[in-house]
């Protein structure tokens, strides 16, 4: 029989780096939840891309376990970290911060791919797109 879903909680956490400080610690704790079993576990999970900040979707169960899912790094994230940008521009269209080519472009694309409503490269191109846009990064091509 399938475990009785309690809630969900979505947090956005460094990979490879959690700790039961906040907004992990409270979070999960609140729910009754082993937190340092989950910071182990996320750890673990996303060593291999540290350096990003990872939304992750924690499935909380009514008998006080858990399961989670990482998703890819939010999409001005990944610009930003291929333009080595602090942050996007505050006035898009007058302040110009940076500029993508097309080939950035569909590789943050193919990357982003399974967290978007499109299975459609071409698509997600256009998605990437005007989330740079609206960052301030103009595209080039």
Not at 46 to 59: A, H, M, S, W
Not at 66 to 77: G, N, Y
Not at 98 to 116: C, F, M, N, W, Y
Request: proline fraction near 6%; charge should be positive.
């Amino acid at each position: 029989m399938a475990k009785k879903v309690k809630t969900y909680i979505k947090l956005n956490i460094p990979a490879a780096t959690a700790t039961a400080a906040p907004p992990v610690g409270p979070a999960l704790g609140s729910h009754g939840l082993p937190i340092m079993e989950f910071v182990k576990a996320f750890n673990e999970k996303t060593k291999d891309k540290q350096g990003n900040i990872l939304p992750v979707v924690i499935t909380v169960y009514e008998d006080r376990t858990f399961s989670f899912i990482t998703k890819e790094p939010p999409m001005a994230e990944m610009i930003k970290k291929m333009l080595n940008l602090e942050k996007g521009s505050g006035t898009a269209l007058k302040n110009v911060v940076g500029s993508l080519t097309k080939e950035q472009v569909r590789s943050i694309a193919e990357a982003k791919l399974p967290d978007l409503n499109t299975k459609d490269v071409e698509a997600a191109m256009k998605i990437v797109e005007g989330t740079a846009r609206s960052m301030g990064v103009k595209i080039n091509g």
